[in-house]
């Protein structure tokens, strides 16, 4: 669907009649949809200046800033501002992904450095005030009908410190760049055919994180329209309980009355499986709501036979809920859910469903190559994909509140959650953030935990613990069906590791059987574990290039290797499982290089395209141990090296393996469970192939091949058929190959995107962790022989062509269809 096309969600007649409102309503509200939603992906951009009011279109220009209701100092928050000069974009946005690099000008200053690498080095922040203010504009249609109507807008998340107004009126603030809130907006917008602006002002001057954050409107918004009785935004919670015969279901739905006279509502609640069909139904419940007021209708039925979710069966549910008045339904909202039964136990770990299920996580922030924070939804969709095909059945949001169109990916998909507020801390504000991701993120299936916090300086005191305690107790009040953790680096069993229900290990999961031994009692998994650092289609390190090989080896001091944690969570039912940091490299936090040109990590099981390094294949071997395989590394191009040693390693689960070069055994090993094997080989050019063994016959094979010169490139997409919503999005990857079509490792050709057909590319990458070429681009020299390109649909159907050029090489060609939304 068109994202900014409005969303019916419900239709009626007649919507509110005078006891609602108390008043007779127009005859057009009556005729207008129950609710809308409305997505708001259009808007128009331009950067302001944190220091320098003039550039910041009059902003904080004098102490009359906030004099006057609807007369913001700001021009640019005004209806009537001319903004045909702002550059049109599609939120999500980022904006900071689009600035260049920038090094401190005084590298001997080592805390400015620090701060710098940790964002990646984008010129923004402290020191460049002239990228660190952005406006957003975008026009609403409101009409006549809408007087009698309430109206509000979602906002998801914006990075930071976000002021919106409406025709000039200040209508919200949120300092969190991460947590959602609600702006309402009907008290000043414009019925009478005048012009009806949202403008949004994010300052992203000071940062919250110690990694990339991005800059802007970088999640979705939202424009919601209900009649006056109607449920407000997070108003409905759905909880389960599996029991004997069935599973329970109950349902808090609350009501809230916009209009001036008391209201005799009837809430009517249908439960619907997946195909849309009713399986069940509550009472109908009347009730009496004052003007006003918001009140709680609560009831409860019994779903026989449910189909539980889980990973592999992601089943969901929908409770389909109308408020009527007078007989008229006066709102109608669905909430999506899923049965299951979630317990952590301290001695069998993880239990899903009554089942034991080991947590084979990885730990991520929301950042990607070409857009930045500024993910789409078919991007979220692919992420999640990628760490499912290696066996991942959980993911950490890491360190905050991830967005809500993820988590709906995750309840389809079948990815676990666990959901980490952003501070640790009671302060009204920092409480008010964890409260609103609890009351949207309750709902869903997928997450399994709240997170309270992560490595913070107090986890091991008195102060860290009460702290913990009066956060926790609010977690019980909004949601008593889930578990609280924190993940800590120390002090397990003190502090906050004697408050939180289970406790994650940061890393020492070699000190994980010693405190189960002193604390039997207490639930424990790997909240951090792994952090290979890597360099994807690297074999040799290079400290001076800020390389460093792809073999399972090199870690930080304070981390271990993928095999050295897996052994450990693997073989001990008590752990629950872990959490790898990360499933993909993100920008900022470069380790183990944190100078200058390094501006991403290299923690990633996957590059920062979502190319996979090696270990990917070590954690698929012994994560998806129902599917034979093995993986070959190095590759096998290493042109004058011939006669010289090459260290080869296979990842894989069969139960033998054999080494073949040119056709000739080098030998055949038995795979030890969880590990790896290693053969040292003289190179000669050829064929270098692994063959996996089940039972004495081959089930799995994989195969590395000396190529030529680079000749060509090769195209591929996720998927071939696309919406023409404006918003879905392609995922191509570019390869260079040799005449033959063998990848060529290390093919750095400079490769150029273009698009025929209603579509453009949004966004390019490599992989590359030292690469200073910019996101927002058309061309991208490909690392060690891979290249990405984000291609994104207009709101015209028809097909698309991208091709892929590079000079002396044979250019590729690759056919989309972006059908009607």
Request: glycine share 10%; charged share 25%; net charge negative.
């Amino acid at each position: 669907m068109h994202p900014s096309r409005r969303v019916v969600l419900g239709s009626g007649a007649a919507l509110m009649g005078a006891a609602a409102l108390g008043g007779p309503a127009e005859a057009a509200a009556a005729e207008a949809p129950v609710r809308s939603v409305e997505r708001l992906a259009d808007w128009r951009f331009h950067l302001g200046h944190a220091a320098d009011p003039e550039r910041d279109f009059g902003w904080g220009r004098h102490q009359r800033t906030f004099a006057k209701a609807g007369a913001a100092t700001a021009d640019a928050a005004q209806p009537a501002y001319d903004d045909r000069h702002w550059r049109q974009v599609v939120v999500p946005h980022d904006w900071a992904v689009e600035l260049p690099f920038a090094r401190p000008a005084l590298p001997a200053l080592k805390d400015m450095e620090d701060m710098a690498a940790a964002h990646g080095f984008k010129a923004i922040g402290r020191g460049f005030p002239e990228n660190s203010v952005g406006w957003y504009r975008c026009p609403i249609a409101v009409t006549a009908a809408d007087r009698d109507r309430v109206l509000w807008l979602e906002f998801d998340g914006v990075f930071r410190a976000a002021t919106v107004f409406i025709n000039g009126y200040v209508v919200a603030t949120s300092e969190s760049g991460y947590a959602p809130f609600r702006a309402e907006i009907g008290d000043f917008l414009d019925y009478d055919g005048g012009p009806n602006v949202v403008v949004v002002r994010a300052d992203a001057s000071l940062g919250e994180g110690w990694f990339y954050e991005g800059a802007g409107i970088y999640r979705h918004v939202d424009l919601v329209r209900a009649s006056g009785v109607h449920v407000p935004q997070w108003g409905e919670v759905v909880r389960s309980d599996v029991e004997e015969g069935g599973a329970r279901v109950r349902v808090t739905t609350e009501v809230r009355n916009a209009g001036t006279a008391a209201a005799q509502v009837m809430v009517r609640r249908r439960v619907l499986d997946g195909e849309g069909r009713e399986v069940t139904a509550l009472p109908d419940q009347p009730v009496s709501v004052a003007p006003g007021a918001t009140i709680e209708a609560a009831g409860e039925t019994l779903l026989r036979a449910p189909a539980l979710w889980a990973p592999d069966t992601p089943n969901l549910y929908r409770v389909a809920t109308e408020l009527l008045v007078g007989g008229a339904v006066t709102d109608q909202v669905e909430t999506r859910f899923g049965v299951r039964a979630i317990r952590f136990d301290a001695a069998r770990g993880f239990l899903l469903n009554g089942r034991s299920v080991k947590l084979l996580g990885t730990c991520n922030h929301q950042d990607h190559a070409g857009v930045g924070t500024g993910i789409p939804d078919a991007l979220h969709a692919w992420r999640i994909d990628q760490l499912k095909e290696m066996g991942s059945n959980a993911w950490r949001s890491a360190h905050n509140p991830p967005a809500a169109a993820f988590l709906d990916l995750c309840d389809a998909k079948g990815m676990m959650v666990i959901c980490e507020t952003r501070r640790n801390s009671t302060d009204p504000v920092a409480t008010n953030e964890l409260e609103r991701m609890i009351r949207r993120d309750r709902n869903h299936p997928s997450v399994i935990l709240w997170s309270l916090g992560n490595e913070e300086p107090h986890q091991g005191t008195e102060r860290g613990a009460r702290i913990t305690r009066a956060l926790q107790a609010r977690v019980r009040e909004l949601d008593p069906t889930r578990a609280t953790t924190f993940a800590l680096d120390n002090s397990w069993d003190k502090g906050v590791g004697r408050v939180v229900d289970v406790v994650g290990f940061n890393y020492r999961t070699d000190q994980i059987e010693a405190f189960h031994t002193t604390h039997p009692e207490v639930p424990v998994y790997g909240s951090e574990t792994g952090s290979t650092v890597s360099t994807r289609g690297a074999y040799a390190t290079d400290t001076a290039a800020h390389v460093v090989r792809a073999y399972d080896t090199e870690h930080p001091w304070w981390a271990s290797t993928a095999e050295a944690w897996w052994t450990i969570a693997a073989e001990r039912s008590y752990i629950a499982g872990g959490f790898i940091w990360t499933g993909f490299d993100y920008r900022g936090e470069p380790t183990p290089y944190p100078e200058f040109p390094s501006i991403s990590s290299y923690f990633g099981v996957l590059d920062t395209c979502g190319f996979p390094k090696d270990n990917y294949h070590y954690y698929r071997a012994w994560w998806r141990p129902d599917v034979p395989q093995v993986h070959l590394l190095p590759h096998w191009t290493w042109l004058g090296r011939e006669g010289e040693p090459v260290e080869v390693w296979v990842h894989g689960n069969c139960a033998e393996v054999e080494l073949l070069l040119n056709g000739r055994s080098l030998g055949r090993k038995p795979m030890p469970r969880n590990r790896h094997l290693a053969w040292s080989v003289p190179y000669a050019p050829g064929r270098l192939e692994a063959r996996g063994y089940d039972n004495g016959r081959v089930t799995a094979r994989d195969l590395r091949e000396t190529a030529g010169a680079a000749a060509a490139l090769r195209l591929s997409s996720d998927r071939r058929m696309l919406r023409a919503s404006g918003g879905d999005v392609a995922i191509l990857r570019a390869e260079v190959v040799d005449a033959r079509g063998r990848p060529v490792p290390d093919g750095a050709d400079l490769i150029r995107f273009s698009v025929s057909g209603p579509a453009d590319v949004i966004g390019v990458g490599n992989g590359d962790p030292t690469s200073l070429e910019p996101d927002h681009a058309r061309e991208r020299r490909a690392f060690h022989g891979l290249a990405q390109a984000l291609v994104r649909t207009r709101r015209r159907a028809g097909p698309i062509t991208v091709s892929a050029e590079a000079p002396d090489l044979t250019s590729a060609q690759m056919r989309l269809i972006s059908a009607p939304d």
